[in-house]
């Protein structure tokens, strides 16, 4: 069973387009988490949810868009897709006391 | 300002032989210590959570460790194997949802 999964896992799409990216967890987890992970390999988080409300939200250009239908999904919808937003999407999940997060495969986003 | 710097950042050796990665943190104030593998084209998975009150903790050849004092972590890999070859990310918690993450270490294990 797949404990945090993401879709596509590429994406190649052409710089002014829309895209969004779905996200879920079957880990009944509470917290849900979106970071972008850039050329260098740095891991920067960009949202936070917690029970479908936004509890993190890092300086990331209003073109991106979290939305979370329930506590299992959380999905990253992009506007006027930029060169600039090439990198790999990863999706998160944390619950009980550790607070560990589990992460989802990736979503490799190219912007041409 | 929160930072957790990993060294070396990269890192060659030989299938077999042991090696040490290094954290050093200024979070603040701290909740516990994270250390992430990541293949490559993979999330990362965690292999070691410490709190403040535990200095070393073991995940089968990987043993971290943990200062609090000096605010250094370590990962220790022993008997290295081809599969080892990731990157290792030091995370630190200041709380509830503060959460750093270091730059990483590249590890690759060669024949």
């Known amino acids: 069973d797949t404990a945090v999964s993401q879709t596509p896992k590429y994406l190649v799409t052409q710089m002014g387009n829309d895209k969004s990216i779905k996200c879920e967890q079957n880990l009944g987890h509470d917290t849900m988490y979106w970071y972008k992970q850039d050329s260098k390999k740095f891991l920067k988080i960009m949202f936070s949810?917690?029970?479908?409300?936004?509890?993190i939200n890092e300086t990331v250009p209003n073109r991106f868009s979290p939305k979370s239908p329930d506590k299992a999904h959380l999905n990253l919808h992009i506007n006027s897709l930029e060169l600039g937003d090439s990198a790999v999407y990863f999706c998160?999940?944390?619950?009980?006391?550790?607070?560990?997060?589990?992460f989802g495969p990736g979503t490799r986003l190219t912007v041409t | 300002k929160n930072q957790v710097e990993q060294s070396p950042q990269s890192l060659i050796i030989l299938e077999g032989k042991n090696c040490t990665l290094q954290?050093?943190?200024?979070?603040?104030?701290?909740?516990?210590l994270r250390w992430y593998k990541q293949d490559t084209g993979r999330g990362p998975v965690s292999l070691t959570i410490m709190t403040f009150s535990e200095n070393t903790k073991s995940n089968g050849r990987y043993t971290a460790t943990l200062d609090a004092d000096t605010k250094q972590s370590s990962l220790h890999i022993t008997a290295s194997q081809l599969s080892d070859s990731a990157s290792y990310i030091c995370v630190v918690s200041a709380g509830y949802q503060k959460v750093t993450f270091g730059t990483g270490t590249k590890l690759q294990v060669i024949p």
């Open positions: 998160a999940s944390s619950g009980g006391r550790s607070g560990e997060q589990y």
């Open positions: 954290c050093n943190y200024t979070v603040s104030p701290f909740s516990n």
């Open positions: 949810y917690n029970n479908k409300e936004l509890i």
